[in-house]
């Protein structure tokens, strides 16, 4: 039962982003402008990957030549590979998207999870950073996402077990994204923000299943971008690493967030 309520906590935490944001217009404006780049971007590379899946699925399968029915086999590959471009740009959404708009979101996480005593590092310094820890978890993504991607042609496993187990291992690594720059600013290194993740799995992953199920819908995963930082952030003070970062001055009014 407590899974559940901390599953559920973790869901409500994706909504109180929704509500951070609607009550900070401004913010979800500036959220928006990275969203949408890296939006353009990712229709054009799946226009251009539905336009030639055909062309692709007949490279990968030179060995149906000679089927009788490689016509259909051709083409429910074609629609695999593009179902499985899709899910590969719902998976690195967030980290294009946090790439492209590092500036832009570490202000936001700012604003949202306010924390005095922070140093605030430019964002010229964290973006190499933030670029090299993406990739380390899009490697991790992957490592557990194609072997899945394969599975989906088993039948009846294929099309019940393995949808969820997919959907629970993006909303995980959909977090991991997220919750970066709300972890970065309290200096908590990639293999702890893993640890911490981890440690309250269920809240970890009701956060990232309902961000990810929001953006598999392309046009929606843009406009909650601004609050899936936000509710990050929320996320993070709440549950992950609610402890404040050591203040200098014993002056016990720096605990307070500023208005």
Same mark, same amino acid.
């Given at each position: 039962? #407590?899974?559940?309520?901390?599953?559920?906590?973790?869901?409500?935490?994706?909504?109180?982003?929704?509500?951070?944001?609607?009550?900070?217009?401004?913010?979800?404006?500036?959220?928006? $402008?990275?969203?949408?780049?890296?939006?353009?971007?990712?229709?054009?590379?799946?226009?251009?990957?539905?336009?030639?899946?055909?062309?692709?699925?007949?490279?990968?399968?030179?060995?149906?030549?000679?089927?009788?029915?490689?016509?259909?086999? #051709?083409?429910?590959?074609? $629609?695999?590979?593009?179902?499985?471009?899709?899910?590969?740009?719902?998976? @690195?959404?967030? &980290? *294009?998207?946090?790439? $492209?708009?590092?500036?832009?979101?570490?202000?936001?996480?700012?604003?949202?999870?306010? *924390?005095?005593?922070?140093?605030?590092?430019?964002?010229?310094?964290?973006?190499?950073?933030? $670029?090299?820890?993406?990739?380390?978890?899009?490697?991790?993504?992957?490592? /557990? @996402?194609?072997?899945?991607? /394969?599975?989906?042609?088993?039948?009846?496993?294929?099309? @019940?077990?393995?949808?969820?187990?997919?959907?629970?291992?993006?909303?995980?690594?959909?977090?991991?994204?997220?919750?970066?720059?709300?972890?970065?600013?309290?200096?908590?290194?990639?293999?702890? #923000?893993?640890?911490? *993740?981890?440690? +309250?799995?269920?809240?970890?992953?009701?956060?990232?299943?309902?961000? /990810?199920? *929001?953006?598999?819908?392309?046009?929606?995963?843009?406009?909650?971008?601004?609050?899936?930082?936000?509710?990050?952030?929320?996320?993070?003070?709440? #549950?992950?690493?609610?402890?404040?970062?050591?203040?200098?001055?014993? +002056?016990?009014?720096?605990?307070?967030?500023? &208005?």
């Amino acid at each position: 039962m #407590r899974s559940l309520r901390d599953f559920a906590a973790g869901v409500g935490f994706f909504f109180q982003g929704l509500g951070w944001v609607s009550r900070h217009g401004r913010w979800w404006l500036f959220g928006l $402008i990275p969203a949408v780049i890296a939006f353009a971007v990712y229709v054009a590379a799946l226009i251009l990957l539905g336009t030639h899946a055909r062309d692709l699925a007949e490279f990968f399968t030179p060995f149906a030549d000679s089927w009788s029915w490689a016509d259909l086999f #051709r083409t429910l590959v074609g $629609i695999a590979l593009f179902l499985g471009g899709l899910a590969l740009a719902v998976l @690195t959404f967030t &980290a *294009l998207t946090l790439a $492209i708009g590092e500036p832009f979101y570490e202000r936001l996480s700012a604003e949202a999870d306010p *924390l005095p005593g922070a140093v605030e590092q430019p964002w010229w310094r964290t973006l190499p950073r933030s $670029i090299r820890d993406s990739l380390v978890t899009l490697f991790y993504v992957l490592l /557990f @996402t194609v072997p899945l991607f /394969f599975l989906g042609f088993v039948p009846v496993v294929g099309q @019940t077990v393995v949808p969820v187990v997919g959907a629970f291992v993006s909303g995980f690594f959909l977090t991991v994204e997220l919750t970066t720059l709300a972890l970065e600013r309290r200096g908590v290194a990639r293999k702890e #923000r893993f640890t911490l *993740l981890r440690r +309250n799995m269920a809240t970890t992953l009701g956060f990232g299943v309902v961000g /990810f199920l *929001l953006f598999l819908v392309p046009f929606v995963a843009v406009v909650t971008m601004p609050a899936a930082v936000a509710g990050a952030a929320l996320l993070v003070r709440a #549950r992950i690493s609610p402890t404040q970062p050591p203040d200098p001055t014993p +002056n016990p009014t720096h605990l307070t967030p500023p &208005a």
